[in-house]
C-alpha cells in the first residue's frame, strides 16, 4: 500500500526567505509523485510532478522539488516566498500499476511581510 | 480548452436525504477521481472511473456511489445523508490513469 505523510501541517516564512515543505512517500514499487498546491474555495493546481528521468523537478511559480530514493522522500522548495504563495500544499503518490493517487494530509504555507 | 467543471457548486440537504453530484472531465480525459475534502479527514479517495468501469475504490460506505456515462461525464451519489457527510467533493480527471490529475472546483455539501 501507498502512504505519503507530509511533516508539518502548518508552516510560516518571511516574504522572501526560503520555502521548504517536506514530503516523505511510502510505496513497494516506484513511485510517482505529484505536489498540488490548493487557493480557498479553489481545487488543487499541478505544481510539479516525478515519474522517471531526472530527480530534481522543476515546476511552477519557482517551486522545484527532488526525488530522493535512499530518503523515501519529494521535498518542495522555492528560494524565496512570495505573499502570493500562501495556500495549502498537497504532495500525492500513485504508481504506473493501477493504485489510485493518495495524498498527503498537507500542509499550510503562510508568508508573512 | 475548458477545465474540469462540477456541478452545482454549493448544497444545502438535511440528514437522510440523498444527493447527486456531476462532473464534467476535459474533453478527451478519460478517467475520473472523486475525492472528499474536509478539515479533520483531509483529502480522502473515493472512486475513480475509468471506461465507465469502476476501477478503484476508496474506503467508504456503500452510501456514495458513482458512475460514469460514455462521454466520460462521471456522477457521485449520496443516499441517506449523515452530518458527518459534509465536505468539499472534488472531482478530477486525467487523460491516462497514472497521469496528472485536473482538479475541478468543487461541490461544497452542507448537510443540516
Known amino acids: 500500500a501507498q502512504s505519503v505523510t507530509q511533516l508539518g501541517s502548518h508552516v510560516s516564512v518571511s516574504e522572501g526567505a526560503l520555502v521548504l515543505l517536506r514530503c516523505n512517500y511510502s510505496?513497494?514499487?516506484?513511485?510517482?509523485l505529484f505536489w498540488y498546491v490548493q487557493y480557498p474555495n479553489q481545487g488543487l493546481q499541478l505544481l510539479l510532478k516525478?515519474?522517471?528521468?531526472?530527480?530534481l523537478v522543476k515546476g511552477i511559480n519557482g517551486f522545484e522539488a527532488e526525488f530522493k530514493k535512499s530518503e523515501t522522500s519529494f521535498h518542495l522548495t522555492k528560494p524565496s516566498a512570495h505573499m502570493s504563495d500562501a495556500a495549502e500544499y498537497f504532495c500525492?503518490?500513485?504508481?504506473?500499476?493501477?493504485?489510485?493517487?493518495?495524498f498527503g494530509p498537507g500542509t499550510r504555507l503562510s508568508v508573512l511581510p | 480548452k475548458a477545465g474540469v467543471t462540477q456541478t452545482p457548486r454549493y448544497l444545502i440537504k438535511t440528514r437522510g436525504q440523498q444527493v447527486t453530484l456531476s462532473c464534467s472531465p476535459i474533453?478527451?480525459?478519460?478517467?475520473v477521481s472523486w475525492y472528499q475534502q474536509t478539515p479533520g479527514q483531509g483529502l480522502q479517495f473515493l472512486f475513480e472511473?475509468?471506461?465507465?468501469?469502476?476501477?478503484n475504490k476508496g474506503n467508504f460506505p456503500g452510501r456514495f456511489s458513482g458512475r460514469q456515462f460514455s462521454n466520460s461525464r462521471s456522477e457521485m451519489n449520496v443516499s441517506t445523508l449523515e452530518l458527518g457527510d459534509s465536505a468539499l467533493y472534488l472531482c478530477?480527471?486525467?487523460?491516462?490513469?497514472?497521469?496528472?490529475?485536473?482538479f475541478g472546483p468543487g461541490t461544497r455539501l452542507t448537510v443540516l
Open positions: 516525478y515519474t522517471t528521468g531526472a530527480t
Open positions: 500525492a503518490v500513485t504508481n504506473n500499476y493501477g493504485q489510485n493517487f493518495v
Open positions: 478530477a480527471s486525467s487523460l491516462v490513469r497514472t497521469d496528472e490529475q485536473f
Open positions: 474533453s478527451g480525459h478519460r478517467s
Open positions: 472511473y475509468f471506461s465507465e468501469t469502476q476501477r
Open positions: 510505496s513497494s514499487v516506484p513511485p510517482y
